[in-house]
């Protein structure tokens, strides 16, 4: 086949219309939350708000088959448009990859839910300092004695 009649291939969220995109995350060891069921739990877990997002995160049960780091992103429609709420993803995305690897905790569901206007418009240093501050403040005490 040439590349003019080549056939177009679509993702799964593309071809359906949903907004729920399966992403993965280039970094060993930590992958995309994607049922609702895991984002139900994170939502009655440990939060933490900060100047551009908000942080809920939870240690998994040992009962979990799960391993690893999971994250999940949201943005609700008072966020914006579906540009002003994916351009929020997409930094919530990359700043995710850029300090839990190092700050987070194997065995944890984080799910970083961006806030109006805030998430976009925020400078991306203090987006990253935001990130690691909420990840000390929602890990309390769990990592005091992990550090020896």
């Known amino acids: 086949m040439t590349p ?6 679509m993702a799964p969220a593309e071809a359906t219309g949903s907004q729920s995109a399966v992403l993965s995350c280039s970094v060993a060891g930590i992958t ?8 139900l739990l994170a939502a009655r877990a440990r939060r933490q708000g ?3 997002f908000l942080l809920q995160g939870r240690q ?11 994250v999940g992103y949201t943005c609700s429609k008072k966020v914006g448009n579906a540009v002003k709420r994916n351009h929020a993803k997409r930094r919530l995305r990359e700043a995710a990859r850029l300090v839990i690897p ?8 984080y799910v970083l839910i961006g806030k109006s206007g805030d998430t976009s418009a925020r400078d ?3 987006l990253l ?14 990592n005091k004695g992990q550090t020896r």
Not at 60 to 70: L, P, Q, V
């Open 4 to 9: 003019s009649n080549a056939p177009m291939v």
């Open 32 to 39: 995309t939350l994607q049922k609702r069921a895991d984002f």
């Open 50 to 52: 900060t100047s551009s």
């Open 60 to 70: 998994r049960r040992d009962t979990e088959s799960a391993t690893g780091i999971r």
């Open 102 to 109: 190092d700050a987070g905790l194997d065995g944890w569901d």
């Open 124 to 126: 991306f240093q203090l």
């Open 129 to 142: 300092k935001d990130l690691r501050y909420a990840l000390r403040k929602v890990h309390g005490d769990t």
